[in-house]
């Protein structure tokens, strides 16, 4: 890596953290929230370490206050947040929930104050359980109850809120949950893999839609996870087919549905079954933005175990891992943000990237500091290199439910002790402030 740490972003720059409804608001039965899928996965047995759950998570629903104190002591000038789906229309659609709608007010109003520029994503993975009694994303109708709450979260928050996104991860969750089977709501079914994917696609048109209609001056985005995927084995022919089938259902089903208006060749046979005439128009709409997750290379090779007979491989032996075993490599990020504007041709804003630990204890996270110098100088070379990079937001502000993982993981830059909430800045949080703090020479 030949970083250059001194390298300074363009003004304007948004340098955030992002974090998700579930993984962090805990609240789970208060105040009239609804139950989601996550809360159904995490009370089946051996899905979630531990026997886990989001019930409490880090209390964010009543310490957001605080939350929102501890990005403006760090310099944030933006916060990527979800909205609970269930928390404001408990049942999915129908009657919306008063006081879940006024707690994003109050998120919403404390950020504005503080000068902090709110993002919000309208899914990240909670899907109400009512929805999913009704077939959840393999069934066609949750494309429009989604466009549904989308209306619901417009017509209430567009007034201050500018910045929209519509799904998070949208190859993440549909292939963990219907493929992996570990995700919610844990299916391991091709066909009802290919149709969620289809259904969610159109979930993200309907809402690119009624975002644009209901909100001024919105900018409107989605958020996709695109990570390398590599061949195990770059000699072996089964392992780059792997590869590259893994590449199409995580890079590229979406963003190419979504941006280009069709679906990879491998992909596109198989969910032809389930495109009606008129589809791929709903589905491509023209967004503002996109929005880029990107955390390590992957690596493939077949795997007869799961739906798609292609599977994790191993990364090699000399490469530098984190923590909890991803491996790292600045360099494809930097490669990412540079293809995705040639291939998208829009602005790039890095809406999740961070580094997850198992073993760190308090604040002391070294590891964590240098990975985020790293990446962020291999961002600067992309942009020394011409992309378009507007922002980034570190994964995550707090350390957090780490879904099927429990609570083991952590990925924040703010230490959280669970048995007291007690927050405490990391080291590698202080040196993200000063970092921000150099790039707007103050
Ligand atoms: C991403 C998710 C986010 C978090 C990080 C570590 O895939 O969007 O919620 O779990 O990984």
Known sequence: MTGRSDFRFPPGFRWGASTSAYQIEGAANEDGRGPSIWDTLCRMKDR?????????????????REDVALMRGLGLNAYRFSVAW?????????????????FYDRLIDSLLEAEIEPWLCLYHWDLPQALQDLGGWASRDTAGWFAD???VCARRYGDRVKNWA??????????????????????????????????VNLAHGAGVDVLRALVPGGSIGAVHSVQTCRPEDPANPEHCESAALFDELWNL??????????????????????????????????IDWFGLNHY????????????????????????????????????????????????YRLPVYVTENG????????????????????????????????????????????????????????????????????????????????????????
């Not at 269930?86 to 006024?102: E, S, Y």
Request: charged share 25%; with cysteine.
């Open 48 to 64: 979630v370490d531990n026997g886990e759950t989001g019930d409490v998570a880090c209390d964010h629903y009543h310490r957001y």
């Open 86 to 102: 269930p928390r404001v229309l408990p049942r999915g659609r129908g009657a919306v929930n008063a006081a879940g709608l006024d």
């Open 149 to 151: 709450y989308a209306a």
């Open 166 to 199: 519509t799904i998070n991860e949208f190859s993440v969750f549909t292939l963990f949950a219907y493929a992996f089977g570990a995700g919610a709501p844990g299916i391991s079914d091709r066909q009802e893999h290919l149709k969620a994917m289809h259904h």
């Open 253 to 286: 089903a979406f963003p190419d549905a979504q941006l280009l208006g069709h679906y990879p060749p491998r992909i596109a046979a198989l969910i032809e079954p389930y495109v009606q005439a008129g589809d791929m128009a709903r589905i491509c709409r023209p």
């Open 296 to 343: 390590a290379p992957m690596y493939s090779k077949p795997d007869d175990g799961n739906v798609w007979g292609c599977g994790w491989g191993a990364a090699p032996d000399d490469m530098p891992r984190t923590d909890i075993g991803w491996p790292m490599d600045p360099t494809a990020f930097r490669d990412v943000l540079l293809d995705l504007g040639k291939r």
């Open 355 to 442: 580094f997850g630990s198992k073993t760190e204890t308090g604040t002391d996270d070294p590891r964590r500091l240098a990975y985020l110098r790293d990446y962020i100088a291999a961002m600067g070379e992309a942009l020394m290199a011409g992309a378009d990079v507007r922002g980034y937001f570190v994964w995550s502000l707090l350390d957090n439910f780490e879904w099927n993982g429990g609570y083991a993981p952590r990925f924040g830059i703010v230490h959280v002790d669970y048995e007291t909430q007690a927050r405490t800045p990391k080291e590698s949080a202080r040196w993200y402030a000063d970092f921000i703090r150099g790039q707007r020479g103050v």
